[in-house]
């Protein structure tokens, strides 16, 4: 069974740029989450999906960041426009519904703003 | 203050040691703490999950949790090089919700 995809990788861009990133949770898993850690700071909780509604988007810090989670599948985090203190690896988690404790985490996709 | 403080190390013991790894937080409100392990270049993978006080056992790892003291460790015997890696402490208020990080300890085991 794959785990949890995050796409890009990597990610360098220009401060005032706009940057998508993608998480493909594992499939049947209702719970998304997306995560960050900032250089030198503890990963941080950003929001949380189920299925395509936001339950939880208390962590996300302005309002340059819009996430969306369209049919309740993949989610995207979109930064606009980013800023220095941008930078940072950006973790996208999933889980069942009815074992929420099990989170997985993707591989991280490590944005750097310029 | 951070909710949660973890030492960052680096920890560096030899193979076959006893690790003792720890966090303390300050929000009492947490009830359900969990430890995980991150390798370099990819994302937190859940070890050990604990709800309230107490202990919890799974192969070499143990999990600890003092909510009087409002600390909670983990233990690892017969360390391996493969243990090797970035353990994170977590918490959370409710069930399945948002996680607390704290900043993860470096280890290092020698062979």
């Known amino acids: 069974e794959a785990g949890v995809t995050q796409f890009p990788s990597h990610s360098v861009i220009e401060k005032g740029q706009t940057v998508t990133l993608r998480c493909d949770p594992i499939?049947?898993?209702?719970?998304l989450y997306w995560y960050r850690r900032v250089m030198g700071k503890e990963i941080k909780f950003l929001l949380h999906?189920?299925?395509?509604?936001?339950?939880?988007e208390s962590g996300m810090p302005n309002n340059r960041f819009l996430a969306e989670r369209t049919g309740g599948t993949y989610s995207t985090l979109k930064v606009q426009p980013a800023e220095l203190e941008d930078s940072g690896v950006y973790f996208c988690?999933?889980?069942?519904?009815?074992?929420?404790?099990?989170?997985?985490f993707g591989p991280g996709t490590r944005l750097t703003v310029l | 203050q951070k909710e949660v403080e973890q030492d960052p190390g680096p920890l560096s013991v030899p193979e076959g040691a006893i690790v003792s790894l720890n966090c303390t937080y300050s929000?009492?409100?947490?009830?359900?703490f969990m430890w995980y392990r991150q390798y370099s270049r990819k994302g937190p993978e859940l070890l050990m999950y604990?709800?309230?006080?107490g202990n919890k056992e799974d192969g070499r790892f143990t999990a600890q949790v003092d909510k009087s003291s409002k600390y909670i460790s983990l233990f690892i015997r017969d360390s391996q090089p493969s243990d090797s890696a970035t353990y994170l402490c977590?918490?959370?208020?409710?069930?399945?919700?948002?996680?607390?990080f704290g900043a993860g300890t470096i280890l290092r085991v020698k062979s």
């Open positions: 988690a999933s889980s069942p519904y009815f074992m929420r404790r099990s989170k997985f």
């Open positions: 499939s049947g898993h209702d719970n």
């Open positions: 999906f189920v299925k395509e509604s936001k339950q939880d």
């Open positions: 929000n009492s409100a947490f009830q359900y």
């Open positions: 604990t709800y309230s006080s």
């Open positions: 977590a918490m959370s208020m409710e069930y399945g919700n948002k996680l607390v």
